[in-house]
């Protein structure tokens, strides 16, 4: 069972983990590409996502797709929980089971790494140190991750994770009042404005953004 590392566009990183940065999880469970490259996925491994970030092209890895199936033109797993790291250091060293390495011009790394690339023991023993060749143990997350977008164009305050420290727990916009709330299922939370004028009905308003939460797990 091969693992292998592949990368995700800055166009869609950008739109998949908004405000995030190294020491971050980004609960990625799905990998769009229907590239034959990613064949051998197909009896089984992991899929080890990495993109470029500017200015420098320093090379982040993203998350790690575990149980993965192929379906609908894309990839499927059980949502990653490995932090973002900044593995730049590692380029020089990274070999796959070509042995090739990576070797880009300036201004060309992301390019080069567009073709999926089976990832050799020695690359796997500087990606998890432990050496563990089995499932990627991830340091747990201190907390429920929380799944709620970011939104800068929003009359209220944001809630992604990165703005919910700021976050006030009441808030007004368009002369209406509202209060924080949020749901959580399976160690994921959901963060959201209640109207005042529904507090009475919070119960139901909930359940209702519970089911949306379900909806994406």
Known sequence: ???????????????????????DVLPLDRYRSAS??????????????????????????VAVLEGLKFQDEEWRAT?????????TRLIPKLRFESGKGITAAKGALGMSLQ?????????????????????AEAPAPAGPIN????????????????CLPKAPERAQAKGMAFTRAHVEAADRVLHYWLPDELLHDAARVSQSV???????L
């Open 1 to 23: 069972m091969p693992d292998m590392l592949a990368i995700i566009s800055k166009a869609v990183f950008e739109k998949e983990a908004a405000g995030l940065k190294p020491g």
């Open 210 to 216: 519970l089911g949306a939460l379900h909806a994406r």
């Open 115 to 135: 073709t999926p690339r089976v990832l050799a023991a020695e690359d796997l023993a500087l990606l998890l140190p432990s050496g563990n060749n089995g499932p």
């Open 147 to 162: 799944l709620t977008a970011h939104e800068p164009d929003s009359p209220l305050p944001c809630l992604c994770k990165r």
């Open 36 to 61: 034959r490259h990613l064949d051998p996925l197909k009896s089984g491994g992991r899929l080890f996502l990495v993109t470029v970030r500017p200015p420098k092209e320093a090379l982040w890895w």
């Open 79 to 87: 949502p990653n929980r490995i932090p973002i790291t900044d593995i």
